[in-house]
């Protein structure tokens, strides 16, 4: 079955990085600098469709890679628990237990922000990941052309009963240390999204992040209360399932807009 009326706005094409490990397909929209669009479980759905329109409307090219999951279908439970287990069982692209790696697959979406950056210049490239991805923009700082990080709710390492992968950011040491290294030097700095109380982003993992980061860090922390509610899960996707679409002074809107503002600013569009 065809999901991708909703993607009927973009143009698709087949991107393979350069050690040609993996060939993904990506929906591109809009014009000026690039912001890539990393959608979260259980793929790129219409509300991640959202979002990217919106970052389109503000001035910027967004790049919509599917990593799984059927681009442009509604989310379902059923659905949901299929793709993510099929990512965490089988998927080689995906470490969703490691506490100190990122997952092989940043390897690709790097490739595609430099491709990005080439063809739509600008100060350099925004990135968001979503859910399972969201620890992946802040790896993707290894890549030069990546100014703007925006962690979304991040849910990976999987902390289940585990401490240490509670705290864990799910990423290397070293880019962590190059991260810092350019937050520094360049002048930059990365967001981090969550709402309080959401299992799948413990408490610890905000505040490894503050604790690396300090300053560095802009930290959006929204009260369960104010996101969207929806029976079939508690409080979650930050700019998607749980955004109150239709209060432009509420929490999430506000929130929604200041990733905008954050990109527009960092890119230079």
Known sequence: MAYDDALKDY????????AGRWTRPVWRRGAGPAVIVIHEMPGLHPQVIRFADRVAAAGMTVFCP?????????VTPGYSIGVMLKAICISREFHVWATDRSSPIVDWLKALAAKAHAECGGKGVGAVGMCFTGNFALAMMTEPSVVAPVLSQPSLPIAGRSAVRAAALGVSPDEIACAKRRFADEGLSLMALRFRGDPFVP???FDTLKRQFGDALEAVELDAKDGYPDPRMAAHSVLTLHLVDNDPEGPTKQCEQRVIAFFKERTGA
């Open 66 to 74: 599917s990593l799984f999951g059927d681009p442009g279908r509604e």
């Open 11 to 18: 143009t698709r094409f087949d991107f393979t990085d350069p």
């Open 203 to 205: 408490d610890t993992r």
